[in-house]
Protein backbone atom coordinates (compact mmCIF):
# COMPACT_ATOMS: atom_id res chain seq x y z
CA UNK A 1 0.00 0.00 0.00
CA UNK A 2 1.03 3.28 -0.74
CA UNK A 3 1.92 5.56 2.16
CA UNK A 4 0.51 9.03 1.75
CA UNK A 5 0.45 12.36 4.10
CA UNK A 6 -2.72 14.30 4.31
CA UNK A 7 -1.81 17.72 6.78
CA UNK A 8 -2.95 20.96 6.31
CA UNK A 9 -3.44 24.31 8.63
CA UNK A 10 -6.75 26.68 8.65
CA UNK A 11 -5.94 29.81 7.11
CA UNK A 12 -7.26 32.21 9.99
CA UNK A 13 -3.64 33.77 10.43
CA UNK A 14 -0.24 33.66 9.96
CA UNK A 15 0.98 30.96 11.62
CA UNK A 16 3.29 31.11 14.66
CA UNK A 17 6.02 28.71 16.18
CA UNK A 18 3.91 26.48 17.64
CA UNK A 19 2.48 25.96 14.30
CA UNK A 20 6.55 25.22 13.23
CA UNK A 21 7.00 22.71 16.07
CA UNK A 22 4.34 21.11 16.10
CA UNK A 23 3.79 20.01 12.23
CA UNK A 24 5.77 22.72 9.98
CA UNK A 25 8.97 21.25 11.17
CA UNK A 26 8.36 17.57 10.88
CA UNK A 27 6.73 17.71 7.62
CA UNK A 28 9.86 19.22 6.26
CA UNK A 29 11.75 16.31 7.55
CA UNK A 30 9.05 14.07 6.33
CA UNK A 31 8.61 15.70 2.83
CA UNK A 32 12.62 15.24 2.58
CA UNK A 33 13.23 11.87 3.69
CA UNK A 34 11.78 9.95 0.61
CA UNK A 35 9.44 7.69 2.34
CA UNK A 36 6.58 8.87 1.38
CA UNK A 37 4.81 7.73 -2.09
CA UNK A 38 2.67 11.33 -2.24
CA UNK A 39 2.37 14.35 0.65
CA UNK A 40 -0.64 16.19 0.01
CA UNK A 41 -0.46 19.57 2.00
CA UNK A 42 -3.75 21.74 2.45
CA UNK A 43 -5.14 25.11 2.98
CA UNK A 44 -8.35 24.25 4.95
CA UNK A 45 -10.07 27.30 4.04
CA UNK A 46 -13.88 25.86 4.10
CA UNK A 47 -12.78 24.20 7.80
CA UNK A 48 -12.07 27.90 8.66
CA UNK A 49 -14.97 29.44 7.24
CA UNK A 50 -16.87 27.29 9.71
CA UNK A 51 -16.33 29.86 12.49
CA UNK A 52 -15.14 33.05 10.23
CA UNK A 53 -18.19 33.12 7.79
CA UNK A 54 -18.67 36.60 8.14
CA UNK A 55 -15.61 37.40 7.45
CA UNK A 56 -14.24 35.70 4.21
CA UNK A 57 -11.95 38.27 3.27
CA UNK A 58 -10.15 37.59 6.13
CA UNK A 59 -10.00 34.01 4.77
CA UNK A 60 -8.88 35.11 1.51
CA UNK A 61 -6.59 37.36 2.75
CA UNK A 62 -4.89 34.51 5.07
CA UNK A 63 -4.52 31.56 2.14
CA UNK A 64 -1.91 33.82 0.55
CA UNK A 65 0.12 34.30 4.26
CA UNK A 66 -0.30 30.36 4.85
CA UNK A 67 0.95 29.60 1.45
CA UNK A 68 4.24 31.63 2.00
CA UNK A 69 4.66 30.30 5.82
CA UNK A 70 4.74 27.08 3.60
CA UNK A 71 7.26 27.73 1.29
CA UNK A 72 9.71 29.79 3.78
CA UNK A 73 10.00 26.81 6.25
CA UNK A 74 11.28 24.47 3.36
CA UNK A 75 7.88 22.90 1.68
CA UNK A 76 8.52 22.21 -1.89
CA UNK A 77 5.78 22.17 -4.36
CA UNK A 78 8.24 19.98 -6.47
CA UNK A 79 7.56 16.86 -3.37
CA UNK A 80 4.74 18.18 -2.19
CA UNK A 81 1.27 19.34 -3.57
CA UNK A 82 -0.28 22.55 -1.79
CA UNK A 83 -3.60 22.76 -2.38
CA UNK A 84 -7.31 24.89 -1.51
CA UNK A 85 -9.63 22.93 0.21
CA UNK A 86 -12.71 24.76 -1.46
CA UNK A 87 -11.52 24.39 -4.67
CA UNK A 88 -12.48 20.53 -4.38
CA UNK A 89 -16.31 20.13 -4.37
CA UNK A 90 -16.09 16.49 -4.03
CA UNK A 91 -14.85 16.39 -0.41
CA UNK A 92 -18.35 18.18 0.27
CA UNK A 93 -20.15 15.67 -1.11
CA UNK A 94 -18.06 12.99 0.48
CA UNK A 95 -18.55 14.86 3.85
CA UNK A 96 -22.31 14.21 3.36
CA UNK A 97 -22.02 10.97 2.77
CA UNK A 98 -19.99 10.04 5.90
CA UNK A 99 -22.62 12.69 8.01
CA UNK A 100 -24.55 9.52 7.98
CA UNK A 101 -21.74 7.27 9.75
CA UNK A 102 -21.66 9.56 13.10
CA UNK A 103 -24.43 10.54 15.75
CA UNK A 104 -25.08 14.43 17.16
CA UNK A 105 -24.23 12.57 20.26
CA UNK A 106 -20.64 11.66 19.34
CA UNK A 107 -19.64 14.39 17.49
CA UNK A 108 -20.81 16.49 21.17
CA UNK A 109 -18.47 14.42 22.90
CA UNK A 110 -15.04 15.26 20.48
CA UNK A 111 -13.10 16.62 22.87
CA UNK A 112 -11.23 18.89 20.64
CA UNK A 113 -14.58 20.13 19.47
CA UNK A 114 -16.49 20.49 23.06
CA UNK A 115 -12.71 22.52 24.07
CA UNK A 116 -13.14 24.95 21.00
CA UNK A 117 -17.14 25.55 21.47
CA UNK A 118 -16.08 26.72 24.80
CA UNK A 119 -13.50 29.19 23.72
CA UNK A 120 -15.14 30.40 20.96
CA UNK A 121 -18.60 31.07 22.93
CA UNK A 122 -20.36 28.78 20.51
CA UNK A 123 -22.43 27.58 23.22
CA UNK A 124 -25.97 29.37 22.53
CA UNK A 125 -24.85 29.32 18.70
CA UNK A 126 -23.11 26.81 17.60
CA UNK A 127 -23.02 27.15 13.38
CA UNK A 128 -23.46 23.35 12.25
CA UNK A 129 -20.48 23.15 9.88
CA UNK A 130 -18.70 23.73 12.96
CA UNK A 131 -20.05 20.95 14.70
CA UNK A 132 -19.67 18.76 11.89
CA UNK A 133 -15.49 19.58 11.19
CA UNK A 134 -14.59 16.30 12.56
CA UNK A 135 -16.34 14.70 9.52
CA UNK A 136 -15.21 17.20 7.57
CA UNK A 137 -11.96 16.09 8.11
CA UNK A 138 -12.36 13.00 7.62
CA UNK A 139 -13.41 13.11 4.01
CA UNK A 140 -10.19 15.20 3.71
CA UNK A 141 -8.07 12.15 4.89
CA UNK A 142 -9.90 9.70 3.35
CA UNK A 143 -10.23 12.01 -0.50
CA UNK A 144 -6.44 11.41 -0.96
CA UNK A 145 -6.51 7.68 0.77
CA UNK A 146 -4.35 9.43 3.63
CA UNK A 147 -2.63 6.58 6.00
CA UNK A 148 -0.42 9.07 7.94
CA UNK A 149 -2.04 12.37 9.49
CA UNK A 150 1.24 14.46 11.24
CA UNK A 151 -1.05 16.60 13.90
CA UNK A 152 -0.90 17.93 17.26
CA UNK A 153 -1.68 16.63 20.48
CA UNK A 154 -4.93 18.43 20.70
CA UNK A 155 -6.00 16.85 17.39
CA UNK A 156 -5.68 13.30 18.44
CA UNK A 157 -9.74 13.15 19.10
CA UNK A 158 -10.31 14.55 15.46
CA UNK A 159 -8.29 11.57 14.17
CA UNK A 160 -9.67 8.90 16.19
CA UNK A 161 -12.81 10.17 15.02
CA UNK A 162 -12.02 9.40 11.52
CA UNK A 163 -10.67 5.97 12.12
CA UNK A 164 -14.40 5.10 13.56
CA UNK A 165 -15.79 6.53 10.33
CA UNK A 166 -13.62 4.70 8.16
CA UNK A 167 -14.25 1.09 10.17
CA UNK A 168 -18.00 2.19 9.85
CA UNK A 169 -17.48 2.81 6.06
CA UNK A 170 -15.48 -0.04 5.33
CA UNK A 171 -17.87 -2.31 7.85
CA UNK A 172 -21.24 -1.39 5.84
CA UNK A 173 -20.00 -1.08 2.13
CA UNK A 174 -16.66 -3.31 1.91
CA UNK A 175 -12.78 -2.17 2.37
CA UNK A 176 -13.01 0.99 0.49
CA UNK A 177 -11.27 3.77 2.37
CA UNK A 178 -7.86 3.72 4.21
CA UNK A 179 -7.73 4.14 8.02
CA UNK A 180 -5.31 6.83 8.88
CA UNK A 181 -2.83 6.71 11.54
CA UNK A 182 -1.30 9.73 13.38
CA UNK A 183 2.20 10.85 13.54
CA UNK A 184 2.99 13.19 16.51
CA UNK A 185 6.47 15.66 17.08
CA UNK A 186 9.09 13.58 18.61
CA UNK A 187 9.77 16.01 20.84
CA UNK A 188 7.24 15.92 24.07
CA UNK A 189 7.38 19.68 24.53
CA UNK A 190 6.39 20.19 20.42
CA UNK A 191 2.94 18.72 21.25
CA UNK A 192 1.41 21.64 22.56
CA UNK A 193 3.91 24.83 22.67
CA UNK A 194 2.25 27.45 25.42
CA UNK A 195 1.76 30.83 25.04
CA UNK A 196 4.12 33.91 25.81
CA UNK A 197 1.83 34.78 28.79
CA UNK A 198 2.12 31.30 30.30
CA UNK A 199 -1.42 30.32 28.94
CA UNK A 200 -1.82 26.14 27.85
CA UNK A 201 -2.12 26.95 24.28
CA UNK A 202 -0.30 29.50 21.77
CA UNK A 203 -3.32 30.83 20.04
CA UNK A 204 -3.53 33.61 17.52
CA UNK A 205 -6.84 35.11 19.08
CA UNK A 206 -5.08 35.26 21.92
CA UNK A 207 -2.74 37.48 20.62
CA UNK A 208 0.42 35.34 22.37
CA UNK A 209 2.08 33.88 19.48
CA UNK A 210 5.57 34.70 18.09
CA UNK A 211 4.71 33.95 14.43
CA UNK A 212 7.22 32.99 11.68
CA UNK A 213 7.13 36.33 10.05
CA UNK A 214 7.99 38.71 12.97
CA UNK A 215 10.48 40.71 12.42
CA UNK A 216 13.92 40.68 14.51
CA UNK A 217 13.13 43.26 17.22
CA UNK A 218 9.06 41.87 16.89
CA UNK A 219 10.54 38.91 18.56
CA UNK A 220 13.28 39.77 20.90
CA UNK A 221 9.84 42.04 22.63
CA UNK A 222 8.20 38.68 22.69
CA UNK A 223 10.46 36.60 24.08
CA UNK A 224 11.88 39.58 26.91
CA UNK A 225 8.44 40.12 27.55
CA UNK A 226 7.80 36.19 28.23
CA UNK A 227 5.81 34.88 31.44
CA UNK A 228 8.28 32.07 33.59
CA UNK A 229 8.17 31.04 37.10
CA UNK A 230 5.59 33.28 39.21
CA UNK A 231 7.71 32.16 42.38
CA UNK A 232 11.33 32.90 41.19
CA UNK A 233 11.17 36.67 42.31
CA UNK A 234 15.17 36.80 42.67
CA UNK A 235 17.89 35.31 41.22
CA UNK A 236 18.72 33.44 44.12
CA UNK A 237 15.07 31.64 44.66
CA UNK A 238 14.96 28.01 43.21
CA UNK A 239 13.11 28.15 39.78
CA UNK A 240 10.47 25.99 38.07
CA UNK A 241 11.75 24.75 34.66
CA UNK A 242 8.76 22.61 33.77
CA UNK A 243 5.93 24.52 33.78
CA UNK A 244 8.03 27.50 32.49
CA UNK A 245 7.47 28.85 29.20
CA UNK A 246 11.06 30.59 28.50
CA UNK A 247 12.46 26.90 29.41
CA UNK A 248 9.40 25.00 27.09
CA UNK A 249 10.81 27.00 24.12
CA UNK A 250 14.13 26.00 25.01
CA UNK A 251 13.38 22.34 24.70
CA UNK A 252 11.75 22.78 21.60
CA UNK A 253 14.03 24.73 19.72
CA UNK A 254 17.94 24.74 21.31
CA UNK A 255 20.69 22.64 20.32
CA UNK A 256 24.17 22.26 22.27
CA UNK A 257 25.43 23.80 19.57
CA UNK A 258 23.68 26.97 20.86
CA UNK A 259 25.07 26.92 24.09
CA UNK A 260 28.64 26.78 22.72
CA UNK A 261 27.64 30.10 20.85
CA UNK A 262 25.50 31.84 23.34
CA UNK A 263 26.17 30.51 26.78
CA UNK A 264 29.16 28.38 26.94
CA UNK A 265 29.30 28.16 30.73
CA UNK A 266 26.69 25.22 30.05
CA UNK A 267 27.25 22.25 28.08
CA UNK A 268 23.77 21.91 27.52
CA UNK A 269 19.82 22.55 28.53
CA UNK A 270 20.09 19.94 31.41
CA UNK A 271 23.10 22.01 33.08
CA UNK A 272 21.16 25.56 32.31
CA UNK A 273 17.98 23.81 33.82
CA UNK A 274 19.81 22.29 36.73
CA UNK A 275 21.47 26.03 37.92
CA UNK A 276 17.99 27.58 37.44
CA UNK A 277 15.79 24.94 39.68
CA UNK A 278 18.73 25.30 42.84
CA UNK A 279 19.05 28.75 42.43
CA UNK A 280 21.70 31.48 40.98
CA UNK A 281 20.03 32.16 37.70
CA UNK A 282 17.89 34.88 36.45
CA UNK A 283 15.38 35.22 34.46
CA UNK A 284 16.98 37.68 32.21
CA UNK A 285 19.60 35.36 31.56
CA UNK A 286 17.29 32.75 30.53
CA UNK A 287 15.73 34.83 27.94
CA UNK A 288 18.52 36.37 26.52
CA UNK A 289 19.34 33.05 25.39
CA UNK A 290 16.12 32.07 24.13
CA UNK A 291 15.95 35.64 22.09
CA UNK A 292 19.15 34.48 20.28
CA UNK A 293 17.76 31.03 19.66
CA UNK A 294 14.76 32.00 18.55
CA UNK A 295 16.38 34.62 16.18
CA UNK A 296 19.18 32.38 14.44
CA UNK A 297 16.14 29.70 14.04
CA UNK A 298 13.70 32.21 12.50
CA UNK A 299 15.82 34.88 10.56
CA UNK A 300 16.21 32.02 7.42
CA UNK A 301 12.33 31.13 7.50
CA UNK A 302 11.73 35.37 7.41
CA UNK A 303 14.13 35.71 4.66
CA UNK A 304 12.66 33.63 2.18
CA UNK A 305 9.53 34.76 2.77
CA UNK A 306 10.62 38.26 2.08
CA UNK A 307 11.81 37.27 -1.14
CA UNK A 308 9.01 34.35 -2.09
CA UNK A 309 6.90 37.21 -1.66
CA UNK A 310 7.97 39.46 -4.58
CA UNK A 311 6.15 37.21 -6.46
CA UNK A 312 2.67 36.61 -5.21
CA UNK A 313 1.23 35.62 -9.04
CA UNK A 314 3.75 33.05 -8.97
CA UNK A 315 2.70 31.62 -5.41
CA UNK A 316 -1.11 31.28 -6.55
CA UNK A 317 -0.24 29.94 -9.76
CA UNK A 318 1.55 27.08 -7.91
CA UNK A 319 -1.99 26.57 -5.64
CA UNK A 320 -3.85 26.35 -8.92
CA UNK A 321 -1.57 23.50 -10.08
CA UNK A 322 -1.40 21.55 -6.42
CA UNK A 323 -5.83 22.24 -6.32
CA UNK A 324 -6.29 20.85 -10.17
CA UNK A 325 -4.16 17.56 -9.04
CA UNK A 326 -6.07 17.54 -5.45
CA UNK A 327 -9.00 17.77 -7.39
CA UNK A 328 -8.89 14.63 -9.78
CA UNK A 329 -7.41 12.66 -6.58
CA UNK A 330 -10.78 13.58 -5.03
CA UNK A 331 -12.98 12.40 -7.95
CA UNK A 332 -11.32 9.21 -8.09
CA UNK A 333 -11.90 8.54 -4.29
CA UNK A 334 -15.52 9.65 -4.82
CA UNK A 335 -15.95 7.40 -7.62
CA UNK A 336 -14.93 4.43 -5.49
CA UNK A 337 -17.36 5.42 -2.59
CA UNK A 338 -20.38 6.16 -4.65
CA UNK A 339 -19.62 2.38 -5.92
CA UNK A 340 -19.01 0.83 -3.01
CA UNK A 341 -22.17 2.46 -1.78
CA UNK A 342 -24.03 1.26 -5.17
CA UNK A 343 -25.17 4.69 -6.00
CA UNK A 344 -22.95 5.05 -8.94
CA UNK A 345 -26.24 5.06 -11.11
CA UNK A 346 -24.15 6.03 -14.42
CA UNK A 347 -20.95 5.21 -13.54
CA UNK A 348 -21.09 2.87 -17.70
CA UNK A 349 -21.94 6.11 -19.36
CA UNK A 350 -19.14 8.12 -18.55
Known amino acids: MAKVILTGDRPTGKLHIGHYVGSLRRRVEMQNSGEFDKIWIMIADAQALTDNFDNPDKV ?44 LARLQRNPTVKAEIKQKNFEMSLPMGFLTYPVSQTADITAFMADTV ?84 RVSDPGDTKNNPTFIYLDAFAKDEHFAAYAPEYANLEEMKAHYE ?12 LNAVMQETLEPIRTRREEIAKDIPAVWDMLYE ?26 DRK
Request: hydrophobic content about 40%; overall charge neutral; proline content about 4%.
Open 60 to 103: RANITEVALDYLSVGLDPKKSTIFVQSHIAELTELTFYYMNLVT
Open 150 to 233: PVGEDQLPMLEQAREIVRSFNGLYGETLVEPKAVLPSNKSCLRLPGTDGMAKMSKSLGNCIYLSDSADEIKRKVMGMFTDPNHL
Open 322 to 347: GSEEAKARAAATLDAVKKAMRIDYFA
Open 278 to 289: RGGLGDMKVKKL
